[in-house]
């Protein structure tokens, strides 16, 4: 965690990226106090307007208002996108873990489940696992979260396989530290700064997938407030009303950016090489 | 030493195959334990009221009443004869579908392609070049900002701008140089943004090394020893990226197909996932993950031809592909 503080202290972009992160998070969780309407109330005789004083961000094809509906969009694809992340997270450390540090099977087991699971491109993974479930946000943050748990497994065994070979870790396994306590006192602490970027780095992807889904269909259904579904809705508008794509299409946009610059300053304060997004 | 290669491809193969089993496990029990009756939504793809009987009669004519473990075994033994079973929409059988799309997804593929090297390439030199002034930090910049960019959103963007505002490029669908722009830039732009810093990255870790400081010294010019010294060492890791992007590529752009309706295999992929046409969408998985399974292993065997200390050591450090 030292390696945070100082990250913030040294990098303009992780202040920036932090900043950003925060605003954003903080829009979706005020959103019913900030947002002037009713993101799902619809008036027929409000149709498209431009963006005005009472409509900042104009309205949409059924009246309602952008700017409601794309903060309350933020706690659809803000959370959802967390919700994934730690999910994934989770799910790929212990078996990266388990590939590291286990038995000889154990390790082998967990090998050939990682390369079979990373047979797949991340997205199209994460598209057939929700479209198996039936679209709903639920299945869209399960399946983004099984696509991609197999990326940290992998890189959670790398870096494990590294810090074991280490020669205090061989002393203190020498010495009889085993199990959870290896763990917490002798891997987790060098391999704790390239995970945290990597989180960084993927949480901006799986938000990038996440409206992507949306887009095509596959998450939160209307009426539901969600950047991609957003963003769908004002295909048809494109030359009519471009304010419909403009504003859930920055909101993703910005999003991601506070993500990538986040990542971007941690890895230039910790001196962690490049991770990959996918 | 032959024998050790030879052995070395023969261990490849078999953990190739072991993979592909995997694949195609997950294939098949993706929808075959999903929810919705197959019967009822073939019926109704075919515009008839599934009644009790018709669902009962087809569900046995697909021998759906089997247990799991045969389905998948009757399943994989069609599939290894190259039967994909037929589209439940169509009717056609599925292995002519996706071949009707490959066409389509290879052009967008390879141009996309094309662009990703050029770019990466210059911006990582340029990066890697001025390291620190001006125009690296422009580059890591520009990266950062494509990276962030949705492609869904930059297509429209650009079908906002390009075709509907300023009437510059065709709107949608496959045809000439033309209907390629758009598309290429959407799906290429993220990528080459990011294999510029990985290049950029490989670029100053050779440029530390000392036969390049002794290239220096024995008075060849920058450019020389960039291109005789620097660049070739450089490239192994690089090269194992625009592999594996190569395979994503070639696997269907499933995001930009469907925003400028290109009638390839990411279309497909995703109309079928909607429509809940399995047999196409099993079909359509299969093919793409193989597609990008060989990509990779390709990836890895021409990185390790241009890096043969790579080899030797089948240790994780230092390769590229530590993550």
């Keep these: 965690m030292a390696g945070v503080t100082k990250a913030f202290r040294q990098s303009a972009m992780a202040r920036t990226g932090g900043l950003l992160l925060a605003l954003l998070l903080a829009a979706g969780l005020a959103a019913p106090w900030l947002a002037p309407h009713d993101p799902l109330r619809t008036d027929l005789s409000q149709r498209l307007h431009p963006p005005s004083l009472d409509f900042p961000l104009g309205s949409d094809q059924l009246g309602r208002c952008v700017l409601s509906r794309v903060l309350f969009g933020a706690r659809v694809s803000l959370f959802a996108s967390l919700a994934a992340s730690l999910l994934a997270l989770g799910a790929g450390l212990l078996a990266g873990l388990a590939a590291g540090l286990g038995r000889p099977w154990l390790q082998a087991l967990f090998k050939a489940a990682l390369d079979i699971a990373l047979a797949f491109p991340g997205f199209l993974l994460a598209l057939v696992l929700a479209g198996a479930l039936g679209p709903s946000l639920t299945s869209l943050v399960i399946g983004i979260a099984g696509a991609s748990w197999p990326w940290w497994g992998r890189l959670a065994r790398g870096l494990t396989l590294g810090a074991k070979e280490k020669e205090f870790v061989l002393g203190g396994r020498v010495s009889g530290v085993r199990g959870l306590r290896l763990i917490r006192r002798y891997i987790m602490p060098q391999i704790a700064p390239p995970i945290l970027v990597a989180a960084s780095l993927k949480t901006a992807w799986i938000i990038l997938a996440m409206a992507g889904l949306g887009y095509l269909g596959l998450g939160a259904q209307p009426p539901t407030p969600e950047w991609g579904a957003m963003l769908q809705e004002s295909r048809m508008y494109l030359v009519r009303a471009p304010w419909l794509m403009l504003a859930p299409g920055a909101a993703v946009t910005l999003s991601v950016l506070g993500f990538n610059l986040l990542a971007e300053g941690l890895r230039d304060a910790m001196q962690v090489k490049r991770a990959r997004s996918w | ?323």
């Design chain 2, 1 to 323: 030493m032959r024998l050790g290669g030879a052995v070395s491809i023969l261990k490849r193969l078999a953990y190739l195959a072991v993979v592909l089993w995997g694949v195609s496990l997950i294939a098949f029990g993706l929808f075959a334990l999903a929810p919705g009756d197959p019967a009822e939504i073939i019926l109704r793809d075919r515009q008839e009221a599934p009644s009790r009987e018709s669902v009962a009669e087809l569900r046995r004519e697909l021998g759906l009443d089997d247990a799991v473990p045969l389905r998948y075994a009757r399943w994989l033994g069609k599939t290894l004869k190259g039967d994909l079973g037929r589209s439940w929409q169509t009717g056609e059988p599925v292995a002519g579908e996706l071949l009707a799309r490959l066409g389509a997804t290879l052009e967008l593929a390879l141009a996309a392609f094309g662009f990703v090297v050029i770019c990466s390439t210059a911006l990582g030199v340029v990066g890697a070049v001025y390291q620190g002034r001006a125009p690296d930090r422009l580059a890591r910049a520009w990266s950062i900002l494509s990276l962030s960019l949705p492609n869904f959103w930059l297509g429209l963007l650009l079908i906002m701008l390009l075709a509907l505002h300023w009437g510059l490029l065709p709107l949608m669908g496959r045809g000439g140089l033309n209907h390629l722009i758009m598309p290429v830039l959407t799906l290429g732009l993220s990528i080459a943004a990011m294999q510029g810093r990985v290049l950029r990255a490989s670029l100053l870790e050779v440029l530390g090394q000392d036969y390049v400081r002794f290239a220096h010294a024995k008075g060849l010019s920058r450019w020389a020893v960039l291109k005789r010294h620097v660049l070739k060492n450089a490239l192994p890791p690089v090269v194992t990226m625009w592999g594996i992007s190569l395979g994503h590529l070639l696997g269907g752009a499933v995001i930009v197909e469907s925003i400028f309706s290109w009638p390839g295999l990411g279309k497909l992929a995703v109309d079928a996932i909607l429509a809940r046409d399995i047999p196409l969408v099993q079909g359509a998985v299969l093919f793409m993950a193989l597609v990008f399974v060989l990509a990779t292993q390709l990836a890895d065997l021409a990185h390790q031809w241009l890096d043969p200390r790579l080899a030797r050591g089948q240790g994780n450090q230092g390769n590229g592909r530590r993550d």
